[in-house]
């Protein structure tokens, strides 16, 4: 039976550890899945990636943002319907179980976020995303800002997201789009993400499970 299940949270939080753990799982136990993301690994994904990475620099003067808020926002939407048509869609006709690591959660807390000097329409964000297709189930593993931190502490190449500010305002955007979600009749499994691995990954498969079952 075709399932399409998300992982959200802070970067650090686990997602992409969780993700692969629930494939393989999936898999050793004969169930059809595949593991996937966002940005995807479509052509729009990977100009995302270069771009948050800051190997796309498209005005030199500012410095600093690689591109704006509002383009930035529509090629996440861009790349979602082109990862639900080509990846997930596809997938799920195959009776597969799709699991991503991130989805469209992840463009109303990252291409929502503003801080007091911004203005920027968030519910344009939620219209550009509407057209997506609603997940099965979303998992939000939620971490406090210093769990993450620690946790990303030893990569080398941070993004221009992952800084202690910017994260704080992310850890509480997270929390005010989960309950939206869930106020839209959206499945959300909230789980303590500073548990360890493996204790997560069982309450995960546990409930992946019992979809499965319905
Ligand atoms: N529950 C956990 N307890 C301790 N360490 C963890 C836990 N989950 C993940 N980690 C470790 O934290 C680091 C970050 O994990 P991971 O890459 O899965 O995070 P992420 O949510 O995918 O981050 P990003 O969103 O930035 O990609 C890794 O070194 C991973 O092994
Ligand atoms: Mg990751």
């Not at 799982?25 to 993301?37: E, G, K, M, N």
Request: glycine residues 6%; aromatic residues 6%; charged residues 25%.
């Amino acid at each position: 039976m075709s399932l399409f299940v998300v992982f959200e949270g802070l970067d650090g939080a686990g997602t992409t550890t969780q993700t692969q753990l629930m494939v393989e799982a999936l898999r050793q136990s004969d169930r059809p899945a595949i593991q996937t993301r966002e940005p995807s690994d479509g052509p729009i994904g990977v100009l995302i990636r270069q771009m948050l990475s800051m190997r796309v620099v498209s005005r030199l003067p500012q410095g600093f943002e690689p591109v704006n808020r509002e383009s930035l926002a529509l090629l996440f939407a861009a790349d979602r319907l082109d990862h639900v048509q080509n990846t997930v869609v596809p997938a799920l006709h195959e009776g597969k179980v799709v699991i991503s690591d991130r989805y469209y959660a992840s463009s109303f807390v990252y291409q929502g976020d503003v801080d007091e000097s911004e203005h920027f329409d968030v519910a344009w964000v939620r219209e550009l995303n509407s057209r997506a297709r609603r997940p099965d189930l979303t998992i939000f593993l939620e971490a406090p800002v210093d769990v993450c931190l620690e946790r990303m502490g030893s990569r080398a190449q941070r993004d221009i997201y992952e800084t202690q500010e910017k994260l704080t305002r992310l850890h509480g955007r997270y929390a005010q789009v989960m309950s939206l979600l869930e106020e839209a009749g959206e499945p959300i499994l909230r789980l303590d993400a500073t548990q360890d691995i493996g204790t997560i990954h069982a309450r995960c498969l546990q409930e992946i499970l019992s979809h499965l079952a319905d």
